[in-house]
């Protein structure tokens, strides 16, 4: 057990060390320990179109690209950044409109993001081979926190660590809705 902590401890305070020294946002580009090379995509997503995939895990579909950028791989524009209530606002009128094609479209829990974290990655900790071009930011969930629950939920693709910020500071944001059993 002492071994598994020691290792656990090591691998954390080199990602540590790693972020205090920082890498240039402009030249940054995603750094994965060396055991995870470029392997084929986990048979557990399941592209739909170009702005949809499925976790055929949870059955729960997901925005590709980070709201606010477009294109087949995601690399036109840039993630639109709001505040919670603005997300609110954005889900309201895209439910309204059906994009999609659905209206039940949500900010994802706190665990729902989690489970897009890529252990052994950093800058972003998301796979780029579902989720292209996704840029190393807190992303909104739709967990309150905070002692007086007025704070949120979020999860820095940075690190891939939760935390909470003030529901007024702006975040990017990825969609997430229960879709039709997969085929």
Same mark, same amino acid.
């Given at each position: ?13 080199? /990602? ?67 505040? !919670? ?13 059906? /994009?999609?094609?659905?209206?039940? !479209? ?13 252990? #052994? ?27 007086? #629950? ?34």
């Amino acid at each position: 057990m002492r071994g598994k902590r020691m290792g656990l401890m090591r691998r954390r305070a080199w /990602w540590i060390l790693l972020l205090a020294v920082g890498l240039p946002a402009a030249q940054a580009a995603q750094v994965c320990q060396a055991d995870l090379a470029p392997q084929v995509v986990d048979a557990r997503w399941q592209p739909l179109d170009a702005q949809r995939v499925r976790d055929k895990q949870t059955g729960l579909e997901w925005q590709r690209c980070s709201w606010g950028q477009t294109g087949p791989d995601c690399a036109q524009g840039q993630a639109q950044r709001l505040t !919670w209530p603005q997300s609110q606002e954005l889900i309201y009128r895209l439910n309204r409109q059906g /994009w999609g094609e659905a209206q039940n !479209w949500r900010l994802p829990t706190r665990a729902e993001l989690l489970s897009l974290v890529r252990p #052994g990655c950093l800058r972003p900790s998301i796979d780029l081979r579902v989720f292209p071009h996704t840029e190393a930011l807190w992303f909104w969930s739709d967990d309150g926190g905070g002692v007086a #629950g007025s704070d949120r939920q979020y999860v820095d693709f940075a690190t891939g660590w939760p935390g909470e910020d003030d529901p007024q500071l702006a975040n990017a944001v990825r969609l997430v809705r229960r879709g039709p059993p997969a085929d």
